[in-house]
């Protein structure tokens, strides 16, 4: 009895470790966005405390995507999307939660950036660089396996310090994530 109750659970260890992840991971930091309005934009406060990511393509066409959201996001529900940008738009609209969305390129460096302002709108930014300092900015952490592990800064402009370090003049984003890789 014992030995078929040890089977059992190595047997479900086992094809759990199989199973890509589709798990959310973790997300910390503050920011705000723009809310654009009929009559005058907003600035929505965002302060994300989940993170996915995933690949698509592969070789020169390889990108990575890093998605910070406020609210537990459904991981099954956009890996099995067709569409998934459009699977994050909807959540965004029928939830009404902010999130961030960052493509990277095959050399990791930002491609694209999209931010949800909790209407089900979706802003596109693109990066921009003032004086040697990206819009926005993404350091990896080394060694994470299966992770990614790392920041997401923001900003407008470069002021930098006495000491001559850049900094933004206007920082929309610091946000801190550790989130499994899909595929």
Do not use: H
């Not at 995933?54 to 099995?80: C, D, F, H, N």
């Not at 959540?91 to 949800?116: G, H, I, M, N, S």
């Not at 990206?134 to 299966?146: A, L, N, Q, R």
């Amino acid at each position: 009895m014992n030995y078929r109750l040890s089977a059992v659970a190595l047997g479900v260890c086992l094809m759990s470790s199989a199973i890509p992840a589709q798990e959310s991971g973790t997300a910390a930091g503050k920011g705000v966005m723009e809310r654009p309005g009929p009559a005058k934009s907003e600035m929505v406060n965002f302060a994300p405390r989940f993170s996915w990511a995933y690949q698509e393509g592969t070789g020169a066409k390889a990108s990575t995507w890093i998605v910070l959201t406020e609210k537990e996001p459904p991981v099954r529900g956009w890996m099995a999307a067709k569409d998934r940008a459009e699977a994050r738009r909807a959540w965004c609209e029928k939830e009404k939660t902010p999130w961030v969305a960052v493509k990277l390129d095959a050399q990791r460096k930002v491609d694209l950036y999209f931010l949800c302002p909790a209407d089900g709108g979706m802003n596109t930014e693109m990066v921009s660089t003032i004086n040697g300092l990206d819009s926005i900015v993404v350091k990896m952490e080394s060694g994470s396996g299966g992770r990614l592990k790392g920041t997401l800064r923001t900003g407008q402009g470069n002021c930098p310090t006495s000491s001559g370090a850049d900094a933004y003049c206007t920082p929309t984003g610091d946000y801190r994530f550790d989130a499994p890789l899909s595929k």
